[in-house]
């Protein structure tokens, strides 16, 4: 069945650090790949999302793109500040539904 | 944000108990989910619902049921709750089942089974 699989984490960068979080996944034909952010204490948001091979999603300074040659969509950001502290969720969607990743945690140090 | 409203937001249940957590939204979207969120897991789909009265399945659906006799309502409900159901829940809306349709979560139930 489908699957996503995200690092473990958890993360700890330093504010203007360069972050990548790796997510790959298992499918058949072409799901479309998405990444969510959850705030401490909240549900998760839709951070961006890439509906076919090559295709670049980007939101907040965040960045994934969807390599189906290589089954990733790694999520990316230049700079990263404290607000960016959050769990992050890879995660794709086939036949009305979401298969999401373990999840992976960020923490960001001023 | 999306209009969806969890409730109870928290609850701490005997084991054996018969529990139902509500999900209510006010954005008349069509399909609605509920998911359970565990450490190392992610999140896992319970159950979900693409209409009034039509539901299915999740990969963990046992031990839950759900029912949606309105729109704006989904319930689920933990018939005999046990100690592997301590878990956050959220509730999840869409108004399509298109490839590219993003979910809009509820801020979650945290349940624990004592």
């Known amino acids: 069945g489908d699957s996503v699989t995200q690092m473990e984490g958890p993360v700890t960068l330093s504010e203007e650090a360069f972050l990548t979080i790796n997510c790959t996944y298992t499918?058949?034909?072409?799901?479309?790949l998405f990444w969510y952010v959850q705030y401490p204490g909240e549900g998760l948001q839709l951070l961006l999302k890439?509906?076919?091979?090559?295709d670049k999603g980007s939101n907040k300074g965040f960045e994934a793109t969807y390599r189906k040659e290589t089954t990733s969509f790694h999520l990316e950001k230049g700079s990263v500040q404290v607000s960016d502290s959050a769990v992050y969720f890879c995660?794709?969607?086939?036949?009305?539904?979401?298969?999401f990743g373990a999840g992976t945690t960020v923490t960001v140090r001023a | 944000d999306a209009g969806i409203t969890q409730s109870p937001r928290h609850k701490v249940t005997e084991t054996g108990t018969p529990v139902t957590l509500r999900c209510h939204q006010t954005?008349?979207?069509?399909?609605m989910y509920w998911y359970r969120q565990d450490p190392g897991h992610g999140l896992r789909l319970i159950h979900y619902?693409?209409?009034?009265?039509?539901?299915d399945k999740g990969e963990v659906s046992d031990g839950y049921s759900v029912s949606r006799s309105k729109t704006e309502d989904f319930l689920l409900t933990l018939e005999s709750a046990t100690s592997s159901q301590t878990s956050v829940y959220f509730c999840?809306?869409?108004?399509?089942?298109?490839?590219?349709?993003?979910?809009?979560f509820g801020n979650g139930t945290r349940l624990t089974v004592t």
């Open positions: 499918a058949t034909g072409y799901p479309s």
């Open positions: 999840a809306i869409s108004d399509t089942s298109t490839y590219n349709s993003p979910l809009h």
């Open positions: 890439a509906t076919k091979a090559d």
């Open positions: 954005e008349n979207h069509r399909y």
């Open positions: 619902s693409y209409g009034v009265k039509d539901t």
């Open positions: 995660a794709l969607h086939r036949d009305n539904k979401l298969s």
